[in-house]
């Protein structure tokens, strides 16, 4: 019975003193980006209205400090297969690569946190693409970081922000009566 006390205190003092992971996830946030009504929305939300070369969904990813990230890996998934990806499936520069069936692109990079560890990668939508559930994972240092779960949805669909509305005026606050 000491035995076996004494191991179970090794090995925990073994696991105690193992080195963590090198990379850790502090904090993550998705948003998407449209021109409406005349300004910019920015929104924390997981609904993108399909507006081709207009809306734009963005994920951030903080890393807690520690190490720098040598590689990173996002997968961006779509519900179907995309018949053109556009310039993203011909410039092998971009370091993307799209699946063989076109539902899947996949990007190596080399991160570049900013100096509180944030980096970030978007998309815009353009004509052609498919509504419905889509999904972006992230890796960095082939360590699963976090998922992001969103919908594509036609603008009909969309439920818009309001729209403020002006203020009443008096009737002579201009002096054109």
Same mark, same amino acid.
């Given at each position: 019975?000491?035995?076996?006390?004494?191991?179970?205190?090794?090995?925990?003092? *073994? *696991?105690?003193?193992?080195?963590?992971?090198?990379?850790?996830?502090?904090?993550?946030?998705?948003?998407?980006?449209?021109?409406?009504?005349?300004?910019?929305?920015?929104?924390?939300?997981?609904?993108?209205?399909? *507006?081709?070369?207009?809306?734009?969904?963005?994920?951030?990813?903080?890393?807690?400090?520690?190490?720098?990230?040598?590689?990173?890996?996002?997968?961006?998934?779509?519900?179907?297969?995309?018949?053109?990806?556009?310039?993203?499936?011909?410039?092998?520069?971009?370091?993307?690569?799209?699946?063989?069936?076109?539902?899947?692109?996949?990007?190596?990079?080399?991160?570049? =946190?900013?100096?509180?560890?944030?980096?970030?990668?978007?998309?815009?939508?353009?004509?052609?693409?498919?509504?419905?559930?889509?999904?972006?994972?992230?890796?960095?240092?082939?360590?699963? *970081?976090?998922?992001?779960?969103?919908?594509?949805?036609? =603008?009909?669909?969309?439920?818009?922000? =309001?729209?403020?509305?002006?203020? =009443?005026?008096?009737?002579?606050?201009?002096?054109?009566?």
């Amino acid at each position: 019975m000491r035995r076996l006390a004494a191991i179970a205190a090794l090995s925990g003092g *073994l *696991l105690a003193s193992a080195p963590t992971l090198a990379v850790e996830l502090v904090d993550s946030v998705f948003q998407v980006t449209f021109r409406y009504a005349g300004s910019e929305e920015v929104l924390n939300d997981t609904v993108v209205p399909l *507006l081709p070369d207009n809306a734009c969904y963005t994920w951030y990813v903080r890393l807690g400090q520690g190490t720098a990230p040598k590689t990173a890996t996002e997968v961006l998934t779509l519900p179907v297969p995309l018949d053109d990806w556009g310039s993203v499936a011909t410039n092998p520069d971009d370091g993307i690569d799209i699946s063989a069936d076109g539902s899947v692109a996949t990007r190596t990079f080399t991160p570049e =946190p900013d100096a509180e560890g944030w980096f970030s990668h978007a998309w815009c939508v353009a004509a052609g693409d498919p509504t419905g559930d889509h999904a972006i994972a992230i890796a960095v240092d082939g360590v699963p *970081l976090t998922r992001f779960d969103f919908t594509v949805v036609l =603008p009909e669909d969309y439920y818009w922000p =309001p729209i403020a509305q002006p203020g =009443p005026r008096e009737r002579s606050v201009d002096h054109s009566w």
